[in-house]
Structures are given as structure tokens and as C-alpha cells.
């Protein structure tokens, strides 16, 4: 999680003072899922032990980690809360929103059918909870201070990987029907350019979009590997790169296409592919 801070840092040092920055906004998967999955029909859930267990008070949450998300730690670092809260979380109110939201949904994608293999919060409602979040905010603090919030916040989207490891690479996919892997690479990009487009146009200015990491040396896709003997599945692999290459060339049209936008790529793969091939470096035991 403080590796996902770090690499907001590099890429938006100008924004590391807190207090230049009135709220948090966030869109994804479980890499930054604060929570509300806690409240769709779905098995994708983590709100119970050993989640949470070095969250404040030991609780699980509906985060898909040990404690907070790197998003809790960007917010943080930039003046506001400790932690941004699930949408759909009664527990919270507009006035917590105010300052941060989180509209993730675990084991969605960008493609709706990968939001369907587990019954999840498809992409496109994340961006109507955000339209409607618009409202409620202009209801609280007014048209014009709502419109800094949405034009001065930073946005974070995290989504994709479920793409291939949910849908496409399942046994049952139908996807591999219709698309070659590049092919499905390139169906993805248009949709994630269709999403960044519309965020855009709804106010966005500052947007940070995460790239792949190595997700073929995911445990789940490890302790599956049989012929690979629990290694990295390198085709996985592959495909990441290969995304995030088609993603970094998306995010410089868009920029080109759209002034005044700063839409900058975080960078993973490299990073937790170190990680993983140097535990011993961050305090964990090869296994």
C-alpha cells in the first residue's frame, strides 16, 4: 500500500502539499474497493478476518487488504482524511464525502460482463453513483464550491486486471470466442477511453489511471500454475505489459485531445515484479 503512495508522489509531486487538493475521488476494482461490496449481493467480500487486521481497531471493513488502501494513504498525505469511504456505506454522509468517495467495486472490470461473473458494480454505475454524488454535493456546499471540488480533485482509477483473470481467461469465458488476447486488449483500451472521456466530461481535470501489475504472479494464479510448478505465469504476464504499453499510448492521445487534462499513468508492474522476485528486500521469507 505504501508502494502505491509513493509511485502518487512521483507521478503528481505538485500536489504532495496537503491542502492544495479538496477531495479524493476514486473508481476501480479491490485494489482500491473501500467497502462497497459490503453492500451488493456478491460473494466478493472482505469483511471479515484476517482482513482488517491492522485496520484502527482491527476491523475488517470490506477492504481487500491487512489495513488501509494506498488511497487511504494518497488521501492522507494530501491533508484529508486517513481513510476514503465506501459510496454505498450508510454509515457515512455527504459531509464525510465532501472531502473523498470511493465508488470501487471488487472483481469489477471494464468490460460490464466482468462485473457479471460474480455480481458486482459494473464500471458505467460507478459512474452514475458519481453523477449522483455530483448532485448531493451541489445540494451541500453549493454550485460553485461543488464545481472546485470536482474540477480540483485528484481521481484515482484502478481497473482491469479482473478483465483476464475473471472473465477472459475463465474456462467458461465467452470472450475468447470473440476476441484474440490483443484483440480484447484493444476492446478494453476503448472502453477505457470511453470511461476517461466521460469522467472528463463530468469535471475531471487530475487523474491518475494505474497500469497492470505482473498478474500472472498473483497467489491465485501461482497456486494454480501446475506445469509451471507455483511460478508466475508468464503469458499472464506478457499480456500485462503489452496493456500497459496500449494504455500509455491511449493516455498521451487523450492528453493531447483534451487540454487542461492531467492524466498521468502509475506504473506497477516493474516495481511489484521486484517484490515478488526480492521478498527478502521487504522483510518476507521465499517462499
Not at 49 to 59: I, K, L, V
Amino acid at each position: 500500500m505504501v508502494l502505491g503512495f509513493l509511485l502518487f508522489l512521483l507521478f503528481f509531486p505538485s500536489l504532495a502539499a496537503p491542502s492544495r487538493i479538496p477531495a479524493i475521488i476514486v473508481f476501480g476494482d479491490s485494489t482500491v474497493d473501500a467497502g462497497n461490496n459490503n453492500y451488493v449481493h456478491t460473494i466478493a467480500r472482505a469483511n471479515f478476518p484476517p482482513y482488517g487486521r491492522d485496520f484502527p481497531g482491527g476491523r475488517a471493513t470490506g477492504r481487500f487488504c491487512n489495513g488501509r488502501l494506498a488511497t487511504d494513504f494518497v488521501s492522507e498525505s494530501l491533508g484529508l482524511p486517513p481513510t476514503v469511504p465506501a459510496y454505498l456505506d450508510p454509515a457515512y454522509s455527504i459531509k464525510d464525502f465532501a472531502t473523498g468517495v470511493c465508488f470501487a467495486s471488487a472483481a469489477t472490470g471494464l468490460d460490464t460482463a466482468t462485473s457479471d461473473v460474480l455480481s458486482v458494480i459494473p464500471l458505467w454505475q460507478e459512474m452514475e453513483y458519481f453523477k449522483e454524488y455530483k448532485k448531493r454535493l451541489t445540494r451541500y456546499v453549493g454550485r460553485k464550491k461543488a464545481m472546485h471540488i470536482i474540477h480540483e480533485a485528484v481521481y484515482i482509477v484502478s481497473v482491469g486486471t479482473n478483465d483476464f483473470i475473471e472473465n477472459y481467461y475463465s474456462p467458461t469465458s465467452s470472450r475468447r470466442k470473440q476476441f484474440t488476447v490483443e484483440e480484447y486488449e484493444d476492446f478494453l483500451i476503448g472502453l477505457a477511453a470511453r470511461f476517461l472521456s466521460k469522467l472528463h466530461r463530468q469535471g475531471a481535470r487530475k487523474i491518475s489511471f494505474t497500469g497492470f501489475s505482473p498478474f500472472g504472479c498473483l497467489p491465485s494464479e501461482r497456486a494454480t500454475n501446475f506445469l509451471g510448478h507455483g511460478g508466475c505465469v508468464e503469458q499472464y504476464n506478457k499480456v500485462a505489459i503489452d496493456f500497459n504499453m496500449k494504455l500509455q499510448a491511449l493516455i498521451e492521445r487523450l492528453c493531447a485531445s483534451f487540454p487542461g487534462l492531467k492524466l498521468r499513468f502509475a506504473p506497477t508492474y516493474d516495481l511489484f515484479l521486484h517484490v515478488v522476485q526480492n521478498p527478502s528486500s521487504y522483510g518476507e521469507s521465499p517462499t
